[in-house]
Structures are given as structure tokens and as C-alpha cells.
């Protein structure tokens, strides 16, 4: 059984009105489309929702919907929240069709951060992305995609060109005969530990002060 399952019931009034009543009701529109059939309008729990999005694979897996008796393979496309309390207010679902490929947003693990050598010299990691867009089919589809950090050292730098990725993954950057050298992301780096920085700043402040403390006491001399 797929760890994610959607349970949903079709809906007729699509209305903004019939919308807020859906949701006053516990219950978030959704739409399901694409596979070469029509869009179907949903209704769905809006607390099993919660609990389904509390998990962080929810965003990239293949979720089995099912409406009445029927099940279908879906990856959710677009989310929308409210902007104050942050609650999903629409889901639009994709097919998931066998033969054909998914455009998918996938997050990035990174591991081996605290064993690598310029994290124990006190550096400073700086994640630049968080999650890449990627072309597969739907057997293929990932949960995530790991960055391993394990030999960065301090002013190194993970590009996307750099990332290693799993069988039937391609990056959508070269989805259309790109160069990724044209469009290489810095992914992740290391830089220079925060203390030496700032230790640099409170000396140049030091010699300021002192050298206006100099300028003030020549200033006064010379009046005398």
C-alpha cells in the first residue's frame, strides 16, 4: 500500500461561494488533471491533509488518490495557503501517467555536514539551495536527492554539476539541450569562520578610535 492515500469525493459547485462553504465544513478544494482526462474537481479532509503534509516526502512522492472505490497515482503540483494562518486553502494533483515524465521540485539532504573538515575548522555552512527541479519518470521519482559534504573543506563549493544523481534523474536545467555550465548553481559552501571576521571588525574599530583620539590630542596641543 502507498504510505500516502488520499482519500477524496468529487464536487460539482465550483463557485467561490460554494468554496468558502467547503471549507467551512473541514473540507480543501482540490483538482486533479492531466493523463490525457479531463480535470476533476475534489473535496479533501482537511485534517488528514495536515497530517499527510506534516511528512517532508508528501511534497515529492507518488500519492495514491482515491475516490470512492477507485485508486489512481497522483504527485501533487501546486499548493496554495491562506497568507495569514497558513492553511492549505487548494491542492492541484497530476496523473502520474507510466511512460510519461514528471517536472518535480525534489528537496536536497546534505550529509556528512558535521564530520567534514571545514565544519570542524569552525567554518560556516551557507545551504544556497535547498531543492532542484528534476525530469523522470514516475518509477524513478525520489524523495530526496543527498548532497554529501563529507570532503568540503573551508571556501569550497558544491555546484549542481557536482550533484550525484540516482538512475533515470535528470536536472531540468538540460532538460532542453542546455549547457549546466551556463546555468551551474553554487549548491552549498563553507566559508570563513564568523569569530575571525569579527575580530578583524573590532581591531579596525580599535585603530579608528585611536587614531581620532591621536588627531583630537595634536589638535589640542597645537591650540595651546
Do not use: W
Not at 464536487?11 to 468554496?19: F, H, P, Q, S, V
Not at 551557507?126 to 531543492?131: A, C, D, K, Q
Not at 559534504?149 to 538512475?167: K, Y
Amino acid at each position: 500500500m502507498n504510505e500516502f492515500e488520499i482519500i477524496a469525493e468529487t464536487r460539482t459547485d465550483t463557485g467561490k461561494a460554494d468554496i468558502r462553504r467547503l471549507r467551512r465544513t473541514g473540507k480543501c478544494p482540490a483538482v486533479v488533471y492531466g493523463a490525457g482526462k479531463d480535470p476533476q474537481p475534489l473535496s479533501i479532509d482537511q485534517n488528514d491533509l495536515n497530517k499527510h503534509l506534516q511528512n517532508e516526502a508528501f511534497h515529492s512522492h507518488l500519492l495514491t488518490l482515491k475516490i470512492g472505490s477507485k485508486k489512481q497515482q497522483v504527485v501533487l503540483k501546486a499548493m496554495q495557503r491562506h497568507p495569514v494562518n497558513s492553511q492549505v486553502t487548494h491542492l492541484d494533483l497530476l496523473r502520474a501517467s507510466a511512460k510519461q515524465k514528471l517536472h518535480m521540485s525534489v528537496p536536497l539532504h546534505f550529509i556528512n555536514e558535521d564530520d567534514c573538515p571545514g565544519k570542524k575548522a569552525g567554518g560556516v555552512i551557507n545551504h544556497l539551495i535547498v531543492e532542484v527541479e528534476i525530469i523522470c519518470l514516475p518509477k524513478d521519482l525520489p524523495r530526496f536527492i543527498e548532497v554529501d559534504m563529507e570532503a568540503m573543506e573551508i571556501n569550497d563549493t558544491l555546484h549542481l554539476s557536482n550533484l550525484v544523481l540516482p538512475g533515470g534523474i535528470e536536472l531540468t536545467v538540460l532538460s532542453h539541450g542546455g549547457d549546466l555550465h551556463d546555468q551551474d548553481q553554487p549548491v552549498v559552501n563553507i566559508a570563513e569562520p564568523r569569530e575571525i571576521e569579527e575580530e578583524e571588525e573590532v581591531v579596525a574599530d580599535e585603530e579608528a578610535e585611536g587614531e581620532g583620539e591621536g588627531e583630537a590630542t595634536e589638535e589640542a596641543e597645537d591650540e595651546e
